[in-house]
């Protein structure tokens, strides 16, 4: 999968979360050698991510410190990381609007 924003990654580990560094890092790499074609293929290896819809997933990270919000184009092989933040920031959203 091509991953668009990693620069959002880094800025959030970079703004006060370095805890999350290592975590996103090893998502980051994971999911760029992943070939996934359906959000079945994402919940067989991340049983934990909650499926918004056809198109979103949410992530947790860091041992389920962190939110990762994920859009997906599974004909393109594209995820675009949307938001990434504490329980409380992602409490703080609509995640429908992302």
């Known amino acids: 999968m091509r991953i668009i924003a990693r620069k959002t990654l880094r800025t959030f580990w ?3 979360h370095a805890a999350a560094e290592q975590p996103l890092k090893a ?4 999911v760029s050698k992943a070939n996934w074609t359906s ?3 994402i919940k067989r290896r991340y049983r934990h991510a909650s499926v ?3 198109e979103r997933v949410v ?5 389920n410190k962190y939110r990762l919000i994920a859009k997906l184009w599974f004909p393109g092989q594209t ?3 949307k ?5 409380k920031q992602y409490d703080a959203i609509d995640v429908g609007e992302l």
């Open 14 to 16: 970079e703004s006060g």
């Open 27 to 30: 998502w980051f790499a994971e």
């Open 39 to 41: 959000m079945a293929d």
């Open 52 to 54: 918004i819809d056809s």
């Open 59 to 63: 992530f947790n990270i860091g041992g």
């Open 79 to 81: 995820v675009w990381v």
């Open 83 to 87: 938001f990434i933040g504490t329980h």
